[in-house]
Structures are given as structure tokens and as C-alpha cells.
């Protein structure tokens, strides 16, 4: 037998919550197990308000977890202080999603990527100031861009800015937050070009969160499916666009009409449910068009259904196909809200 290879970033009952006024707790990251391998590039995809950002943010503690642990290269990180955190957390980057309000309007280009290679890097300002030249030039803005300042560039060329400073401190793995969604879609694919090849290039790990399966399509190799705090399923990048396994992932899949012509268009009843108030039992059920009573009151756990795959559902798709006679929707009417 093979022996798994081991994580290079690895979250366990992972829980983010937010408090708001007369006791009302939100819980946006709901005991999330997730693992992430060198040199991969997972995609987290959901619709808008699932948790998808909150989770990227809280693997980097950018947003601090209430509960759960988090293991970067064997070591848990939940919990560093200080300086071998500041250390830790170098190797741990993230790209925003909005290229505006992420840089400092006041600071120069160079200045801006400079800083993390002072801070974490340690170099002197003379090798700063030569290593962010080298890296303006990968990101195809160029070395004479580093004496100007945010106002002077365009939503894309921010957004290589954003990557310049995310890959200053040379990590190893990169929260990508939706980093293509505030573009032009002519702009989009240049950016996605981009990033492939850093990938390639500098062997990053990358957590790629987007609502865009077509992008994720071009740039993940595993794809992770989150709804409403919850990892719902997890598959290989070919696996879940041949068929996705849990029937949340099917209707996301049917409603890109480029990835799922083929596919009959399923549109989800009712809107997402409140988060400070989940669904009993599997929180897709009150959605779901399979749904039987057992979904109505037991929680289903995330399980493997295949090699590789796993899925949070107590009819996955997969053993719907395989049975002799697959059972008919029974669920909510198929009107409504498209995911």
C-alpha cells in the first residue's frame, strides 16, 4: 500500500464565529477538516455568504478561529505568539479580493512590496529594492512601476500587485480570495494565465477560493464544495466536473451554462438559510431535491465514497447512478434561486 503523502497545511474541527447583539452567534466555519498537499492547488467554491473567505482567512489567522487546530509542515499554528509566528506566518501568504482597498493609496509600489521582504526576509533595502524589481518583472508590471503609486493602475495591474506582495516573503503556500471576481473578464484570464505559471515556476501551494467554477475549472487540480460552513464535498478537479457527488455541487455545476449545457438546469428552492440559525439534520435538506426524512433530522458526516472522494450526503450521487433504479427527486420544487 502507498502511504498518504502528509499535508502540507492540515485543518481539523476548524470553527469561526461571529457574535452580533441579544446572543445572536453566527457560525460561519462550522468543524471544518480539510487538508491541502504540496505543489496542489485546491479550489473552494460556493455561492456567496457559504464561508469560503472566512475559512481561507482563518487557515492563515487573518480572522482567528474559535475553535480547531491548525498544522502548517507538522507544526500547530492555532495557538503561535510572537516572533516564531511572524516567522510562521511568512511562509503563509494571501491574495485579497479586491485590488483597491488592499494597498496603501499612500505608499509607492516598491515600498509596498518591499515591506514583507524587510520584515520576514530580513534583507538589507539595497537587496529589497533589487528583489522587488525582479518580482515586478514576473508579475508583468515591469521595474519602473515600483516608483508609482496604487491610483496610477488598473483594477488588473492592482491585482499583480497583490501578488507581487504576497510572493515578496517567498511562501510556500497562498490564500487566493477570490482574486479574479472584482475584474474585467478580459482581465480575468490574464490574471489565471498568471498565477498558473507562478505556480508552476515557484512549486506553490495554493488555496484558490472562488463562486466561478469555469475559473477554478482552469487552475484547480482538487476541488472542495462548501456550503453553509460546512465542507460538503471534495474531489479530484476531473472528478467533480464529470459528476459531482453531493446534489448541492450537481446544481452548481448545471448552473454554468458553458460547463453544464449538457446537464439538466437545476434551480435550488428558497434561498441560503440563516447561518445563526442552521436547517436539523443536513443543513442542504430544506434545498435538496433528494431529500428523504433520515436527511430531515441526522447530520451526515463527511465521508469517502470513492478513492480520493468524499462527500457529506446520505444518498451521494454516486450511489444514486449505481442503483438499479435510481429514485425520483422528492424533494423541494426545483423553482427558485439558481446556485
Not at 508579475?139 to 492592482?158: C, D, I, N, T, Y
Not at 464529470?242 to 453544464?260: K, N, Q, R
Not at 430531515?296 to 465514497?305: D, F, G, N, S
Amino acid at each position: 500500500m502507498i502511504a498518504k503523502p502528509t499535508p502540507l497545511l492540515q485543518v481539523e474541527k476548524l470553527r469561526v464565529e461571529f457574535h452580533g447583539s441579544a446572543g445572536r452567534t453566527v457560525r460561519a466555519v462550522r468543524d471544518v477538516d480539510l487538508e491541502i498537499f504540496e505543489g496542489e492547488t485546491l479550489g473552494l467554491v460556493g455561492e456567496s455568504g457559504c464561508g469560503k473567505s472566512t475559512l481561507g482567512r482563518a487557515m492563515l489567522r487573518v480572522t482567528e478561529p474559535a475553535s480547531g487546530s491548525i498544522t502548517y509542515l507538522g507544526l500547530d499554528i492555532t495557538r503561535l505568539r510572537g516572533t516564531v509566528f511572524r516567522r510562521t506566518r511568512a511562509d503563509l501568504q494571501m491574495v485579497f479580493q479586491d485590488p483597491f482597498g488592499s494597498l496603501n493609496p499612500r505608499r509607492t509600489i516598491a515600498d509596498i512590496v518591499a515591506e514583507p521582504m524587510l520584515r520576514a526576509r530580513g534583507l538589507s533595502r539595497a537587496a529589497a529594492r533589487a528583489a522587488v524589481d525582479d518580482l515586478l518583472d514576473q508579475v508583468g508590471l515591469g521595474r519602473e512601476a515600483g516608483s508609482r503609486r496604487p491610483h496610477e493602475f488598473s483594477g488588473g495591474q492592482r491585482q499583480r500587485i497583490g501578488i507581487a506582495r504576497a510572493l515578496a516573503p517567498s511562501p510556500r503556500f497562498v490564500v487566493a480570495d477570490e482574486p479574479v471576481s472584482a475584474l474585467d473578464v478580459s482581465i480575468q484570464a490574464q490574471v489565471i494565465n498568471l498565477l498558473t505559471d507562478l505556480i508552476r515556476d515557484r512549486g506553490l501551494t495554493m488555496l484558490f477560493i472562488s463562486h466561478d467554477l469555469g475559473v477554478v475549472k482552469h487552475i484547480a487540480d482538487r476541488i472542495a464544495v462548501m456550503y453553509l460552513g460546512e465542507i460538503i464535498e471534495i474531489a479530484s478537479r476531473d472528478d467533480f466536473f464529470a459528476g459531482p457527488a453531493h446534489p448541492y455541487g450537481e446544481a452548481l455545476l448545471s448552473s454554468v451554462p458553458s460547463l453544464g449545457s449538457a446537464r439538466e438546469r437545476i434551480e435550488l428552492a428558497g434561498e441560503l438559510p440563516d447561518p445563526a440559525s442552521p436547517p436539523p439534520g443536513c443543513t442542504f435538506h430544506t434545498r435538496c431535491r433528494y431529500a428523504i426524512d433520515r436527511c430531515r433530522v441526522e447530520a451526515p458526516v463527511l465521508r469517502e465514497v470513492a478513492p480520493g472522494r468524499q462527500v457529506r450526503c446520505h444518498l451521494p450521487l454516486l450511489t444514486i447512478a449505481a442503483a438499479p433504479s435510481a429514485p425520483a427527486p422528492v424533494g423541494p420544487v426545483t423553482k427558485g434561486t439558481t446556485a
